[in-house]
């Protein structure tokens, strides 16, 4: 059974950073493709960031583009998002999502989620 598990949401001022986690169970790891997504209240859920299995490739979203960060850490069955420049915009729960062919902002390419984590950005 595949479990992941987000960690790191929180309530930060506009311009801070937090960094997001995910640890993954279930699954080898390494060998696939990770993405973050967010869904804002009253929105439809929406594609954040993405890396490749060996974190040699990644995409990102228009709207976090220079702000974010995405990366991981095979050894620890890990993906990160590094946030920097938080705008009230990027309110939302985090998801992180597995997905066994390569990487992407479709959210079909994906068919494991974790449960979410809150990030509140205050003005």
């Known amino acids: 059974q595949v479990q992941l598990v987000e960690s790191g949401g929180g309530l930060v001022q506009a311009g801070g950073s937090l960094r997001l986690s995910c640890a993954a169970s279930?699954?080898?790891?390494?060998?696939?493709?990770m993405g973050w997504f967010r869904q804002a209240p009253g929105k439809e859920r929406e594609f954040v960031a993405a890396i490749s299995w060996s974190g040699g490739s990644t995409y990102y979203a228009d709207s976090v583009k220079g702000r974010f960060t995405i990366s991981r850490d095979n050894a620890k069955n890990t993906v990160y998002l590094q946030m920097n420049s938080l705008k009230p915009e990027d309110t939302a729960v985090y998801y992180c999502?597995?997905?066994?062919?390569?990487?992407?902002?479709?959210?079909?390419?994906?068919?494991?989620w974790g449960q979410g984590t809150q990030v509140t950005v205050s003005s």
């Open positions: 999502a597995i997905a066994p062919g390569t990487y992407g902002s479709g959210m079909g390419r994906y068919d494991y």
């Open positions: 279930g699954r080898t790891f390494s060998s696939y493709a």
